[in-house]
């Protein structure tokens, strides 16, 4: 198994460019989340989805869009990139939403210029 | 609202020192998880421990241990006789039982010195 795979591991934006993160797990996992980690603070929940078709919002939704339309994969778009959006995001899965532990990938560092 | 506060930003010790990391958290569920993550320079993000509402078991996993108080709403961690490759942020975490939504602390950064 792979796990949980991120794509791209570095991307460097600038101010107004849109693109998206890609997030694939192979553990057939129900719950997949989206976090960043901005420096000297933990992880804030971005976006979640409980299974295919189903998403909702997390802590700090604005300025980011997800979908999950297969089970595996779960992309994170930025719509419009700001200087505010530079962190390091972590995608991660888990077996069912809450009672299991979350199984992360390897982040992507993005900074917007 | 889920909160979780972990008070202890960084802890700086000796090889060979007992460390105890705080996580004190608030939740209105009656059913809830808690987790223990660590996160080392290299910077992945590792599951350490899971801990429902209704287990107020302790528990000892070699060098580490969780103390987890209800009564308190705690859930500490212990690393025994520390070790240099113990340098890493610790993260505690709650989630819900229903929708999964799982809020973190902000980390405690603890620096092992040979």
């Known amino acids: 198994n792979a796990g949980v795979t991120q794509t791209p591991k570095f991307q460097v934006l600038k101010t107004g460019q849109s693109m998206t993160l890609q997030c694939a797990q192979d553990m057939n996992h129900e719950y997949m989340s989206w976090y960043r980690q901005d420096p000297g603070m933990g992880l804030r929940l971005i976006h979640y989805?409980?299974?295919?078709?189903?998403?909702d919002q997390g802590e700090v939704p604005n300025g980011y869009n997800v979908s999950r339309s297969t089970t595996e994969d779960f992309p994170l778009r930025l719509l419009s990139a700001a200087p505010s959006q530079t962190s390091v995001y972590f995608c991660a899965s888990s077996y069912t939403p809450g009672s299991y532990e979350q199984y992360f990938g390897p982040g992507t560092r993005l900074t917007v210029t | 609202a889920q909160k979780v506060t972990q008070a202890q930003t960084e802890i700086s010790v000796v090889e060979k020192e007992d460390v105890t990391l705080d996580c004190v958290y608030e939740t209105r569920d009656t059913t809830y998880y808690l987790f223990w993550y660590k996160q080392p320079p290299s910077g992945e993000l590792v599951f350490l421990i899971r801990?429902?509402?209704?287990?107020?078991q302790n528990e000892i996993s070699g060098r580490y241990s969780w103390n987890f108080q209800k009564s308190t709403s705690s859930f500490n961690f212990t690393i025994t006789a520390s070790q240099v490759v113990d340098s890493a942020v610790y993260f505690c975490a709650l989630s819900d039982g229903n929708a999964g939504k799982s809020t973190f602390g902000d980390g405690t950064t603890l620096t092992v010195k040979p």
């Open positions: 989805s409980v299974g295919a078709g189903i998403t």
């Open positions: 801990r429902n509402s209704f287990d107020e």
